[in-house]
């Protein structure tokens, strides 16, 4: 997708104050507006004002939209990083996945996905629900834990300029939580109106990146590399788990590409997923003269074409 400079398009500062902002949105739309502009193109630039304007004049929108950095030019190729809103709390504001449709797919793509998950609305004089995406390891998700959470919530200043506000958490996370869960933090939302309940926070789980382990739901994936004789000849191996380490039974004759399954150490739940070793040969490097050796000996040992299959 395209990446749009919305400072640019309303020809004003990434420091500037929501009142400045307003201003420069102002001056531009009746100058561009379809009905009054003899611009060619006014329609067009209209639109583009109107997005501009929608993000840039909601706190939240504009935080959100600033996270992604500033090196970026309007036109350039642009894919938001994964997980890039993690740690942002959101009230909900007028993030609804109707208007989100409407604009570019940079807007969509930043924001459709919130206004899909702000399910949760404020109730008659209760504060409004906010909404987070956090991190937790994968391990957490095995064992449970305790972990302080910090989260940043966008807001305006006196000066009218946008600013972080920061909080910390104590949230256990429970065992067996899968990534896209959401855990209710009552009364940790927005303050009610008079007398009114405060709103709830609603945590979005999503794990940490790892090195070894791949999700999906409660199961669990790990590449398990071989050395060819294990593989040939069967062998016992150590193998990780997100929880400590275990040995597996490798059968002889085994391909690569073959999957191994170890039903109910995925993710604990009822069920449980399941772990599965997806086998991968490792060839260890033909570096010195007794290593040539063995594979010119393993060359003339086997009557072996890998592609025998291929035909043409």
């Given at each position: 997708?395209?990446?749009?400079?919305?400072?640019?398009?309303?020809?004003?500062?990434?420091?500037?104050?929501?009142?400045?902002?307003?201003?420069?949105?102002?001056?531009?739309?009746?100058?561009?507006?379809?009905?009054?502009?003899?611009?060619?193109?006014?329609?067009?630039?209209?639109?583009?004002?109107?997005?501009?304007?929608?993000?840039?004049?909601?706190?939240?929108?504009?935080?959100?939209?600033?996270?992604?950095?500033?090196?970026?030019?309007?036109?350039?190729?642009?894919?938001?990083?994964?997980?890039?809103d993690?740690?942002?709390?959101?009230?909900?504001?007028?993030?609804?996945?109707?208007?989100?449709?409407?604009?570019?797919?940079?807007?969509?793509?930043?924001?459709?996905?919130?206004?899909?998950?702000?399910?949760?609305?404020?109730?008659?004089?209760?504060?409004?629900?906010?909404?987070?995406?956090?991190?937790?390891?994968?391990?957490?998700?095995?064992?449970?834990?305790?972990?302080?959470?910090?989260?940043?919530?966008p807001?305006?200043?006196?000066?009218?300029?946008?600013?972080?506000?920061?909080?910390?958490?104590?949230?256990?996370?429970?065992?067996?939580?899968?990534?896209g869960?959401?855990?209710?933090?009552?009364?940790?939302?927005?303050?009610?109106?008079?007398?009114?309940?405060?709103?709830?926070?609603?945590?979005?789980?999503?794990?940490?990146?790892?090195?070894?382990?791949?999700?999906?739901g409660?199961?669990?994936?790990?590449?398990?590399?071989?050395?060819?004789?294990?593989?040939?000849?069967?062998?016992s191996?150590?193998?990780?788990?997100?929880?400590?380490?275990?040995?597996?039974?490798?059968?002889?004759?085994?391909?690569?590409?073959?999957?191994?399954?170890?039903?109910?150490?995925?993710?604990?739940?009822?069920?449980?997923?399941?772990?599965?070793?997806?086998?991968?040969?490792a060839?260890?490097?033909?570096?010195?003269?007794?290593?040539?050796?063995?594979?010119?000996?393993?060359?003339?040992?086997?009557?072996?074409?890998?592609?025998?299959?291929?035909?043409?």
């Amino acid at each position: 997708m395209k990446f749009h400079d919305y400072y640019e398009t309303l020809g004003v500062a990434r420091t500037a104050s929501q009142d400045e902002i307003k201003s420069a949105y102002r001056k531009l739309a009746r100058k561009f507006h379809p009905d009054v502009s003899k611009v060619a193109d006014a329609e067009a630039r209209f639109k583009e004002l109107g997005e501009a304007y929608a993000v840039l004049k909601d706190p939240e929108k504009r935080a959100a939209y600033d996270q992604i950095g500033s090196e970026l030019k309007t036109g350039q190729e642009f894919q938001p990083p994964p997980d890039w809103d993690a740690g942002f709390e959101f009230s909900g504001g007028d993030f609804d996945a109707h208007t989100a449709a409407e604009h570019s797919d940079l807007f969509e793509a930043l924001f459709g996905a919130r206004a899909r998950g702000a399910a949760h609305r404020p109730r008659q004089q209760a504060g409004r629900d906010h909404h987070a995406k956090v991190l937790i390891d994968l391990k957490d998700a095995y064992q449970g834990a305790q972990r302080s959470i910090s989260l940043r919530m966008p807001i305006t200043d006196e000066q009218g300029h946008l600013v972080l506000q920061q909080r910390t958490l104590e949230v256990v996370i429970p065992k067996g939580i899968r990534a896209g869960q959401h855990l209710r933090l009552a009364g940790q939302g927005g303050p009610g109106a008079g007398a009114g309940p405060a709103g709830d926070l609603y945590l979005e789980i999503e794990f940490n990146p790892h090195p070894l382990f791949r999700v999906d739901g409660r199961d669990v994936f790990l590449d398990l590399p071989l050395a060819p004789w294990e593989a040939a000849l069967g062998a016992s191996v150590t193998m990780p788990t997100p929880v400590g380490s275990i040995q597996l039974t490798i059968p002889s004759g085994s391909a690569a590409g073959r999957q191994l399954r170890l039903k109910g150490r995925g993710i604990p739940g009822p069920p449980p997923g399941d772990l599965y070793a997806q086998l991968k040969i490792a060839l260890p490097p033909a570096e010195s003269e007794a290593a040539r050796a063995a594979y010119q000996a393993m060359a003339l040992a086997f009557d072996f074409n890998p592609r025998a299959h291929l035909k043409g």
